[in-house]
């Protein structure tokens, strides 16, 4: 099944697992946990150099929602220059207005300079918050988008099929429709049968105990974060999809 598998990391021994594991795309973040924020420049020079696959990056400069000023833009700008001077494939990206609409003069502000610079562009989940996703997913295409990652404006990818499917009828080819939030080995190929999506989005999400030998009682971050659990990406996840897409 010729079905594309995108891995979305926040560190470099994620991308090894994701690349061990069959990923066919990359989704390079910093701070999984938060959504997804800009990589630094030095992971995206790092990952350019490892992966064997195309390696997009992130391109969000806070947490939150989805609506950023003129100085959020004018830094998504630099950022997208730094993927391209980084060497790696693509950008994920996505501006909405307050009313719930994609907010066109920035986005294309986006959009026309990852042209210029012979980057590709995924549409990320900020059109799971749109309001009207029928035209959003026609501006997506005007903006030269490759694909929009979505979960169908559900919670996750399978309770968001119905939307999914609708999707990938209205796109009609133009613009590739790729399932993300939830998608593992065991809902992978419902997903596939009944929505005609062309790609699935994952993390195969784990973690991996501290090397650390010497405890201590500081906190780095929020109390309800263990600093002595590592994140990382599970090769055998990525795998186990890959061998039930293949069944």
């Known amino acids: 099944m010729n079905i594309e598998i995108e891995v979305c990391i926040d560190n470099l021994e994620s991308l090894h697992n994701a690349l061990a594991g069959g990923a066919n795309r990359i989704e390079l973040c910093s701070s999984l946990a938060l959504g997804g924020l800009t990589p630094s420049f030095g992971i995206m020079k790092q990952a350019a150099r490892i992966s064997s696959v195309p390696v997009y990056a992130m391109i969000r400069p806070r ?7 003129n100085d959020d833009v004018m830094c998504m700008l630099d950022d997208i220059e730094a993927c ?5 494939d693509g950008v994920v990206l996505g501006v909405l207005a307050p009313n719930g609409s994609i907010d066109m003069p920035k986005m294309q502000l986006l959009a026309d300079k990852a042209h210029s610079l012979k980057l590709g562009i995924t549409f990320h989940r900020a059109i799971d918050q749109s309001s009207d996703y029928q035209a959003a997913l026609e501006q997506t295409i005007s903006l030269g988008c490759e694909r929009i990652l979505t979960s169908g404006l559900a919670v996750n990818a399978e309770q968001g099929i119905d939307v999914l499917a ?3 009828k209205q796109a009609d080819g133009r ?6 939030a939830g998608v593992n080995a065991e809902n992978g190929r419902e997903i596939l049968k009944h929505t005609g999506v062309q790609a699935l989005h994952l993390s195969g999400k784990s973690t991996r105990p501290s090397l650390m030998t010497q405890a201590s009682q500081a906190q780095m971050g929020n109390d309800d974060v263990d600093d002595y659990l590592i994140p990382v990406t599970n090769a055998a996840k990525i795998q186990e999809l890959t061998a039930s897409l293949n069944e």
Not at 63 to 69: A, C, K, M, S, T
Not at 84 to 88: C, E, H, I, W
């Open 175 to 180: 613009i590739d429709i790729m399932a993300g």
């Open 84 to 88: 391209s001077n980084a060497g790696l």
């Open 63 to 69: 947490q939150g929602d989805f609506i950023f000023d």
């Open 166 to 168: 609708a999707m990938v």
